[in-house]
Each structure stands twice: as C-alpha cells, then as structure tokens.
C-alpha cells in the first residue's frame, strides 16, 4: 500500500470507487429526463442522444492523452485538473441554454472524466500489488455498480420537483466532492518511477501498448460487452417509457433491478476464478451473452418485466467480465501504468460509444435492434478469442 498522509487504505479504497461511479452517474442520472429533454429543447430523439455519445466518444479520446501525461507528471495534477474541469462543466450543463450548449457542456465533463477515470485505475496498480489487487479490483467495481443502481431512481425522484437541470446541479456537487479528496492524496507515483522523456514523447508510449498483439486482443475482446451494455443504456429509456408507455419513475425502478444485478458480478468472479481457469470464464461469459441475446430477440418484446429477465443474466455476466479482464490486463503491465491504463479504458469507452452510436440507428424495432447488436458483438469477440488462441499456441 503507497503511503498516504490524509488518506487511509480504506479512504483511498472508497476514492477509487467513488471515482469510477462518475461514468455511470454522468450517464445513467438523466436518463429517465432525456423524452422530457427533447420536448422542453423542441428538438429531435437523436440530438438529444448526441448528449451521450459526444460525452463517450471525448471521455474516450481524452483518456489518451492524461496517461502519458500522468506518467510523466505523477497522478495528483491530473487528477486535480479533471476534478477541476468535470465541476465547472457540471455547472455549464445545469445553466445550458440550449441543446448545443449542453452538448459542448458535456464534452468538456467528458474530458474531465477522462483524467479521473485514468488516474483511479493508475492507483489500483500503483496502492495494491497481487491478491491484494484482484480483491480490490472487486471491490471497487462492485462499490461502482451501485452508482447505475441509483442513479436513474435519484434522477427519477429529481423530476418530481426539479427539471432535468437538478441532476447536473447534484453532478456539479458530486465534481467539488471529488476535487477535495483529490486534493488530500499524496502523490502515488515517486518521481524515479516516471517517464523521464519530453512531454510530446511520452505519447509514444502509446504507441508502445499498441504493438502489444496479445494485449490488444484481448483488450478488444472484452470490450464486445461494453458495446452491448452501452447500446442497452442507449435504448432503455426508449423501449422502457415509449414502446412500453411506463412513467419516467416506473422506467428508474427498472433500470435499478437490472444494475443490480451487477452488484453480485464482481464476488462472482472471485469465487469462479478459485475454480474455473481464465479459458473456462471466458467461454462462461460468451455462453451467458450469447444466451442473454437470444432471449431479447424471442421474449423481451413482449413486456417490460420479460425485457428486464432477458437482458439480467448479460448485466451479471458483463459485471463478471470487468474485473476479470482489466486484473488479467494489469497483470500483463510490468510498466507505464497510466498509459496502459488509459489504452483499456480508450478502447472500452469507444466499443461503448460504437454501441450507443448502433442503438440509434433506425431499427425498426429497438428491442430487435438490441438483440442484434448483442449477438454480433458476443461473436466478433468469439472470433477474437479463437485468434488469441491460435497464436498462444503458435507461440508456445
């Protein structure tokens, strides 16, 4: 454990979930006001969902960036500095004064979210070493899923007394929080252990993870799921208060059930992990997807409840895949962390923004549409993992 001087272990356990809880909250706490949204801005379905695939695609690009930056620079800085920026872009949205002004306002709490989200995964590696690491790694994801969980139900409740404005307002506050407690962490990262070339230059270490064949693959591999989740989180509100005619609060109660599922994901890949090996979980989490697919398609059109048991078991399975691929990368990172961190977090960001990007294509029907993207994706990974396979043996 890095020593910290205002921080505990616990503290900084609980930082590094509070951190990745600002993706989903960022996303998921004003889902159930995005129909109200296009009425209030008198615009279209698909420039209010721009609000959410501008904010993946530069929460993508700017994680590129604030890894190097951090391997050169040391973690705090860019910590504060994201911390910093997502709190004022928080305020710029709750004040938009139009829908392109809320979409700028979100690019740029995009790129915020970009720094934390690279930093928080830097210090997993740079606090914890081992089985220490694998547990923590559980921890906090299962501490993050608890943010989806929430968040549409707090969003539902905010509609109740307040415009879609009150939940940019509670991320603004959520952004000060954040910033203080990034501003009591002592630097992870001792100067010996950084990047010690120019600013500029440190971008080629990108490039360095990049020609990581294995890395990669299994890097795009997993991140199938992200594509299929992201097109779920894409739709949900749609299929949930248009095709099925609920309220924006029965949508919340909903959306809660399925991310609740996620909560179980991570200590369910603690103890499949005791038993199964890394091939076994692999094949577990392709079944269970392709499966969850399959009944989107045949039930889940034909009610909400059916839709909800249909898409569970890919939110557990995708819970348990997370944990398992991102200790399985770690694992395989000797140096570089935050740059290593930033290309996993890049690539499963824009496999993410590439779903949400398909959900809105003109399905004919959304339900059919999500099916489809879940099916293909689960067999482009398929595909994936028999190449990562292949060349394993070559190898060996």
Known sequence: ???????????????IAFMNMFIP????????ALPEMGTYFSTSQALVSLTLTVFFFMFAVSMVFFGPISDKYGRKPVLVAGAAI?????LACAMAPNIYALILGRALQAIGSGAIITVSTSLIKDCFRGAVMTKILAITQALSVIAPMVAPLIGGFLLTFTSWRGSFCLLSILGGINLTLALLLTET????????????????LLAAVGRKTQFMM????FSFFSTCYMAYISLSSFVYIETFSLSAQEYSYYFAVNSAAAIAGPFLYLRLS???????????????GALSGFLVLLAGHRSPLLFLLSFLPFTAIGAVARPFSMNW???????HVGT?????NFVQTLFGSLGMIAGTFPWSNFLDGLGIIMLSSIGMAVLLWQWVQKSHERMG
């Open 1 to 15: 454990m890095n020593r910290q001087r205002y921080l505990s272990s616990r503290a900084i356990i609980f930082f």
């Open 25 to 32: 909250l960022s996303t998921d706490l004003y889902l159930p």
């Open 86 to 90: 997502y709190t004022a872009a928080s």
């Open 189 to 204: 990262l001792l100067p010996a252990r950084r990047y010690q070339g120019k600013v500029l230059a440190s971008l080629s």
């Open 218 to 221: 299994l890097l795009v591999m």
């Open 274 to 288: 005791r038993s199964l090996s890394k091939q076994s979980l692999v094949r577990l989490c392709f079944f269970v």
């Open 329 to 335: 990368l770690l694992a395989e990172t000797k140096e």
């Open 340 to 344: 290593a961190s930033s290309m996993i």
